[in-house]
């Protein structure tokens, strides 16, 4: 079946060390996303790419970095200059166009937590 | 993009249909309505979007009022695997990558036996 998948599940860290976040589709999907969510919040956008070796910011992409180097995968870096990196991270993946008949389809995400 | 009202939480007893309401007054005429819904845990899964025109799947039904500035989901006999944030989303016909989904904090629903 095609789908998304996002590894690990859940993922500890130790505050001040960098953590990459790996994010797999088979959807043929050129379009792809990363979106943080905290508690009782909605999805905040951190990065996005439409197409290999090309990505942009999102709304809060500060402390992250991601590279695009097939279009299959879409790896995010949470990197130790990230204030406040726990939170429940989820990848999503959509045709390019993104228009109506292009729904974002999500992984089950990752729940990260840095103590 | 459009900015969506939702109630915060709603509870439907298991069978019954459960009616989500959404408000989005500013709505353009080049704007979708999506929605999309979250079990706990997982990553937001698509249900049904429109225009103008009301829509059916297998999952729900879509009503869009005639102004467009609000619209319902309807899960017509829910069960309890429909417990769920359920988010009520617009966005441009034409958008681009860039203009990814502005998920707010949607509407918590409730299934009980």
């Known amino acids: 079946d095609g789908g998304i998948t996002q590894s690990p599940k859940y993922l500890f860290r130790k505050e001040g060390q960098n953590v990459t976040l790996s994010c797999e589709q088979n959807?043929?999907?050129?379009?792809m996303y990363w979106y943080r969510q905290d508690p009782g919040q909605g999805l905040r956008l951190i990065y996005y790419?439409?197409?290999?070796?090309?990505?942009q910011k999102g709304d809060i992409a500060e402390g992250y970095s991601v590279s695009r180097e097939k279009k299959e995968s879409f790896p995010l870096t949470v990197t130790s200059a990230q204030k406040n990196p726990t939170a429940f991270y989820l990848c999503?993946?959509?045709?390019?166009?993104?228009?109506?008949?292009?729904?974002?389809?999500f992984g089950n995400g990752t729940r990260l937590t840095v103590t | 993009d459009a900015k969506t009202t939702q109630p915060t939480s709603m509870d439907c007893a298991e069978g019954r249909a459960a009616n989500l309401p959404c408000n989005h007054s500013t709505i353009s005429g080049n704007e979708y309505v999506y929605w999309y819904r979250q079990i706990h845990s997982q990553g937001p899964q698509y249900i049904i979007h429109g225009l103008k025109n009301n829509e059916t799947n297998e999952m729900a039904s879509l009503i869009i009022t005639e102004d467009r500035k609000s619209s319902t989901l309807i899960l017509p006999h829910a069960t309890l695997r429909d417990t769920a944030v359920y988010y009520c989303?617009?966005?441009?016909?034409?958008?681009?990558?860039?203009?990814?989904?502005?998920f707010g904090k949607g509407t918590t629903l409730s299934v009980s036996s």
């Open positions: 790419s439409q197409i290999v070796n090309d990505f």
């Open positions: 999503a993946s959509s045709t390019p166009s993104g228009g109506p008949n292009s729904p974002l389809h």
């Open positions: 989303i617009v966005r441009p016909i034409l958008a681009q990558a860039g203009t990814a989904l502005i």
């Open positions: 959807l043929n999907h050129d379009a």
